[in-house]
């Protein structure tokens, strides 16, 4: 289902959204950044917080229509521009979606590094078909992204707002395994790897330089 079709089907939409208390502390932060005037600027935490609260009030993480009603309403916006902002940025879901949304870049570097294995395991070990499903016990939803900034330690797959780098299918089987069994393992590189350096580690400056000794 495509994001307008989402926003426009009533099946999915709840009859109505109201920010909780722990959404209200967070939003009167958010907009304390921002003048009168430009609290527009505020729209994408307040969608942030919106599916930070759908996430905790269901297991899914997603920005329903009259949440997004809300956010034009407090921040004096067209509803429409709220939509536009909500359905360009992929880290947006406008429909419900598994307890983990495990979103795989098949940009090229991703792709050049193996991607195709890595969601190929992910269709594995979830049962799921193919991008934009949820598998049939609604604990994953698999989503095709764009580059997530991560090229260095590609392939990468975003568990949410984790990171999973360096990533072949085994490791995906590994990782998945491990949610399914609600454990949450360390995000970063699955191999170990050093920040962004090389494979096996670093190759430059990896000895401190000789310290001059007292009087030199």
Do not use: H
Request: proline share 8%.
């Amino acid at each position: 289902m495509s994001a307008s079709r989402a926003v426009n089907d009533p099946a999915i939409q709840p009859a109505s959204f109201t920010f909780d208390a722990a959404s209200e502390a967070e939003i009167a932060t958010i907009l304390a950044r921002y003048p009168e005037a430009r609290k527009a600027s505020g729209v994408i935490p307040l969608l942030y917080v919106a599916q930070a609260q759908m996430k905790r009030e269901t297991g899914s993480a997603w920005v329903p229509k009259p949440a997004m009603d809300a956010i034009a309403r407090r921040l004096a916006m067209p509803p429409v521009r709220v939509y536009e902002v909500a359905s360009f940025y992929t880290m947006f879901n406008l429909r419900p979606v598994g307890k983990y949304n495990l979103q795989a870049c098949t940009t090229t570097p991703c792709w050049l590094r193996g991607s195709d294995e890595v969601v190929a395991a992910c269709k594995r070990a979830t049962g799921i078909a193919g991008f934009g499903e949820t598998s049939a016990d609604g604990m994953f939803t698999l989503t095709e992204v764009e580059c997530v900034g991560a090229c260095v330690n590609a392939p990468v797959l975003v568990v949410d707002d984790d990171f999973y780098e360096d990533l072949d299918g085994p490791r995906t089987e590994a990782l998945i395994a491990a949610l399914r069994q609600g454990e949450r393992p360390p995000c970063g590189s699955t191999t170990g790897r050093q920040t962004s350096a090389p494979e096996g580690g670093p190759t430059t400056l990896t000895e401190l330089p000789a310290q001059p000794t007292a009087g030199e």
